[in-house]
């Protein structure tokens, strides 16, 4: 069994975070970027969870922020495919490139 | 009725018949004629029981007068120390206006009946009568006036009158450019006399006329300042009253219908700048330089228009050019320090001028033409009432004893000769030329032979009903008898009543001067003979190539060409220039350069709309991150 610390959750949540901003910022496929930003959300979810096992008496409204978080991932989700695909069938591509009409 | 009802009889009667022919349905608007004699006839008969009422009495002044602004406590103007400013409003009466007032609306009244015969047949005669009565309000307002500004309203108002008038023929184009001409160049004038007015107020706090004594002033205000506001009020005079060099507009205004230059321009609105002279004397012997401008601009007016009457053609011409020389010989006496003689000479000249004026209409409704060749020619000689009148109007204007012009005339050549050897030669050679061009006149229209093809053309065209005949003749008669009541009224027989009631001292009769003037007739006379005796051979002359004299004449000395280089050349020349520098500096350098400035700037900022999600994104991350950065830095973490 590892050592359990609040320190090794921040860590990999500090980890998940790192990927999930990167993958935001330098993926052109709209599908990745949604799952950057998904990877982004679950960081602070683990953030949540952390902080309510280690530094929290009461062990339940952490939890409940996470649920909260996953039914909001959950909408995002579907909104953000939704859009991704009205943005296919115009454009024929999801490359976030392809999408710059709005340029100045 | 009392005085003041009276007043405001003549003023409201011809403005209540100006609204009511507009108010008239059309139907009812032929009516116009009876209602504008009406009119006319209610102000000229209470104005007569006014003058029956106080023309005996000396001393006559009666001033009905009410606050109007009043400001106190506080100054207008740095450097003057006057704090109390009254504005009033009223009317004065006093023998001045009572003369003026009863020469207007007499004369509105005749004009008014020979308009019924002159413009029987122009389709819209409720406009021009409606318009006549327009201008008989007008000017009574003027004359009643007891202070300088209401003076200007009605000043304005006149002028507005003369503009309608003169323009009345609104489809003929010379009509139009006519009224335009006589209203700018009254504008510019008018200009200086209200700059005049406002300063006199800003200076003395007062504008009543019965403030304006030369004593008071004088012991207020510097004589430089004195001159300056003279002269500013002798502008408009000479706007109003066609003086050198504003008097190019009157022989234009001739395009308007005759009995119009019957009334307006020739005996009551262009008299009113001499009238003004007279009513506020007082300003203008304050200053003496202002006297000797006035003497002068006089002198210059009366000898330009004399001289131009010997050339011309046209009846109405030849009488505006007269109606300039005569208003600046009335101005000349003012200059001379006689205003109750050029008062004198205003009033006759009134009445024996818009006879003239009359006369001319005469002639030229019945033979269709302005010329006074074919005048005679049509057979003018024929028409008996007219050459009669004109003979009796034209040997007034000459100043023929015992006709109410030798009296007037007479006076002022004496105050000019009291004021020294140039003006009075002035006023000489002016009497020499008014005689000549009078004797060609009528030498012209009596004794060019009629042509043959012109008989019975008068009494083909015009089948006069006897209304319209009396409407022609009455006028003509009655106001020939009224100059000569009015120049009796100044004879030394009568013991000079009409200058005592006007306050003037008693002048001697003096033979010499008598002598030298009935002289001048004869010259005149004679030289008018001797050149017109054969008309057809004196315009078999006129077909010859000109001097350099007559040059002069036909391009009226060259001063509308002046007037035109001045406006085209250097008016329109200063205006391009400016056009252009509008158009190049704050235009296209301060407006444009602005513009796209900022359009560029906007094209700059627009590069960095790349319209990649992710740069946006990169630049919120970045932010972010700095915030944070700066935020934990300033925690102290």
Same mark, same amino acid.
């Given at each position: 069994m590892m050592h359990q610390s609040l320190s090794s959750y921040l860590w990999i949540s500090t980890a998940l975070f790192a990927i999930g901003l990167y993958g935001l910022l330098a993926r052109r496929n709209l599908v990745a970027v949604l799952i950057s930003l998904e990877l982004i959300l679950n960081s602070a979810g683990l953030n949540f969870v952390a902080f309510n096992r280690f530094a929290l008496v009461?062990?339940?409204?952490?939890?409940?922020?996470? +649920?909260? +978080?996953?039914?909001?991932?959950?909408?995002?989700?579907? +909104?953000?495919?939704?859009?991704?695909?009205?943005?296919?069938?115009?454009?024929?591509?999801?490359?976030?490139?392809?999408?710059?009409? =709005?340029?100045g | 009725m009392s005085d003041l009802n009276l007043l405001w009889t003549i003023q409201l009667a011809p403005l209540a018949v100006f609204l009511a022919v507009f108010a008239l349905p059309k139907t009812a608007r032929r009516a116009a004629p009876a209602l504008g004699v009406l009119g006319a006839g209610l102000a000229a008969v209470s104005c007569l029981v006014l003058a029956a009422r106080h023309g005996a009495s000396h001393g006559l002044r009666v001033e009905f007068q009410a606050d109007w602004l009043r400001v106190s406590g506080a100054g207008l103007w740095p450097g003057v120390s006057l704090t109390?400013?009254?504005?009033?409003?009223?009317?004065?009466?006093?023998?001045?206006?009572?003369?003026?007032?009863?020469? %207007?609306?007499?004369?509105?009244?005749?004009?008014? %009946?020979?308009? %019924?015969?002159?413009?029987?047949?122009?389709?819209?005669?409720?406009?021009?009568?409606?318009?006549?009565?327009?201008?008989?309000f007008t000017m009574t307002g003027l004359v009643l006036s007891n202070n300088l500004l209401q003076t200007f309203l009605f000043w304005e108002l006149v002028g507005l009158a003369s503009y309608l008038l003169i323009g009345f023929w609104v489809e003929k184009p010379a009509a139009a450019t006519a009224a335009r001409k006589a209203f700018v160049v009254n504008r510019l004038a008018d200009l200086g006399f209200?700059?005049?007015?406002?300063?006199?107020?800003?200076?003395?706090?007062?504008?009543?006329?019965?403030?304006?004594?030369?004593?008071? /002033?004088?012991?207020?205000?510097?004589?430089? $300042?004195?001159?300056?506001?003279?002269?500013?009020?002798?502008?408009?005079?000479?706007?109003?009253?066609?003086?050198?060099?504003?008097?190019?507009?009157?022989?234009?205004?001739?395009?308007?219908?005759?009995?119009?230059?019957?009334?307006?321009?020739?005996?009551?609105?262009?008299?009113?700048?001499?009238? *003004? &002279?007279?009513?506020?004397?007082? &300003?203008?012997?304050?200053?003496?330089?202002? *006297?000797?401008?006035?003497?002068?601009?006089?002198? !210059?007016?009366?000898?330009?228009?004399?001289? *131009?009457?010997?050339?011309?053609?046209?009846?109405?011409?030849i009488l505006a050019y007269s109606t300039v020389s005569q208003l600046g010989f009335m101005v000349m006496a003012i200059g001379a320090g006689a205003p109750a003689s050029g008062m004198?000479?205003?009033?006759?000249?009134?009445?024996?001028?818009?006879?003239?004026?009359?006369?001319?209409?005469?002639? $030229?409704?019945?033979?269709?033409?302005?010329? +006074?060749?074919?005048?005679?020619?049509?057979?003018?000689?024929?028409?008996?009432?007219?050459?009669?009148? /004109?003979?009796?109007?034209?040997?007034?204007?000459?100043?023929?004893?015992?006709?109410?012009?030798?009296?007037?005339?007479?006076?002022?050549?004496?105050? &000019?000769?009291?004021?020294?050897?140039?003006?009075?030669?002035?006023? !000489?050679?002016?009497?020499? !030329?008014?005689?000549?061009?009078?004797?060609?006149?009528?030498?012209?229209?009596? &004794?060019?032979?009629?042509?043959?093809?012109?008989?019975?053309?008068?009494?083909?065209?015009?089948?006069?009903?006897?209304? !319209?005949?009396?409407?022609?003749?009455?006028? =003509? %008669?009655? =106001?020939?008898?009224?100059?000569?009541?009015?120049?009796?009224?100044?004879?030394?027989?009568?013991?000079?009543?009409? /200058?005592?009631?006007?306050?003037?001292?008693?002048?001697?009769?003096?033979?010499? =001067?008598?002598?030298?003037?009935?002289?001048?007739?004869?010259?005149?006379?004679? /030289?008018?003979?001797a050149f017109f005796r054969d008309p057809a051979a004196a315009e078999g002359r006129l077909l010859r190539p000109a001097g350099a004299v007559r040059r002069a004449l036909d391009r009226k000395f060259y001063i509308d060409d002046l007037y035109v280089f001045w406006v085209k050349r250097v008016g329109l020349g200063i205006a391009a220039f400016l056009n252009l520098f509008d158009k190049k500096v704050p235009n296209r350098l301060m407006v444009d350069r602005t513009s796209y400035a900022v359009l560029d700037l906007g094209k700059i900022a627009s590069r960095l709309q790349s319209g990649l999600l992710q740069d946006y994104l990169s630049v919120a991350v970045a932010a972010t991150v700095l915030i944070l950065f700066f935020l934990m830095r300033s925690r102290g973490l």
């Open positions: 009461d062990k339940s409204s952490g939890q409940v922020f996470m +649920i909260f +978080i996953v039914a909001l991932a959950a909408a995002e989700v579907c +909104i953000g495919l939704s859009l991704i695909l009205l943005l296919y069938r115009r454009t024929d591509s999801i490359d976030t490139e392809r999408a710059k009409e =709005l340029n | 109390d400013y009254r504005v009033v409003v009223g009317f004065l009466l006093d023998p001045v206006n009572l003369l003026m007032l009863t020469l %207007v609306t007499v004369i509105s009244f005749f004009v008014q %009946v020979f308009s %019924v015969y002159y413009m029987a047949e122009d389709p819209s005669r409720p406009r021009y009568f409606a318009f006549l009565s327009f201008f008989s209200y700059l005049g007015i406002v300063l006199l107020f800003i200076f003395t706090g007062t504008l009543r006329f019965a403030d304006l004594q030369p004593g008071t /002033l004088g012991a207020t205000l510097s004589p430089g $300042i004195l001159t300056f506001l003279g002269l500013l009020v002798l502008c408009g005079v000479m706007g109003k009253s066609a003086q050198f060099p504003f008097h190019v507009w009157l022989p234009d205004a001739m395009e308007g219908p005759t009995p119009v230059s019957a009334l307006i321009h020739s005996a009551t609105m262009v008299a009113a700048g001499v009238f *003004l &002279l007279v009513r506020s004397y007082g &300003l203008f012997a304050a200053s003496a330089a202002t *006297l000797d401008w006035t003497l002068a601009i006089g002198a !210059l007016t009366a000898l330009v228009g004399a001289a *131009l009457a010997t050339s011309q053609r046209d009846i109405k011409k004198f000479h205003l009033t006759t000249h009134a009445f024996f001028k818009s006879m003239l004026f009359l006369t001319a209409g005469a002639f $030229i409704h019945r033979f269709h033409t302005n010329d +006074i060749w074919e005048i005679g020619r049509s057979g003018g000689a024929s028409d008996r009432l007219a050459l009669g009148a /004109l003979a009796f109007g034209l040997l007034s204007l000459a100043g023929l004893p015992p006709l109410a012009g030798f009296f007037s005339k007479d006076l002022i050549l004496e105050a &000019l000769r009291e004021r020294g050897a140039l003006p009075f030669a002035a006023g !000489l050679l002016v009497s020499f !030329l008014t005689v000549y061009y009078s004797t060609r006149l009528f030498l012209v229209i009596a &004794l060019t032979q009629k042509a043959p093809q012109a008989h019975g053309h008068a009494a083909h065209e015009h089948h006069e009903t006897p209304v !319209l005949a009396a409407c022609r003749a009455l006028p =003509l %008669v009655s =106001l020939g008898g009224l100059s000569l009541v009015a120049g009796a009224a100044g004879t030394p027989v009568l013991g000079h009543r009409l /200058l005592h009631w006007l306050g003037a001292h008693t002048p001697h009769t003096d033979w010499t =001067l008598v002598g030298i003037t009935l002289g001048l007739i004869a010259g005149g006379a004679g /030289l008018g003979w």
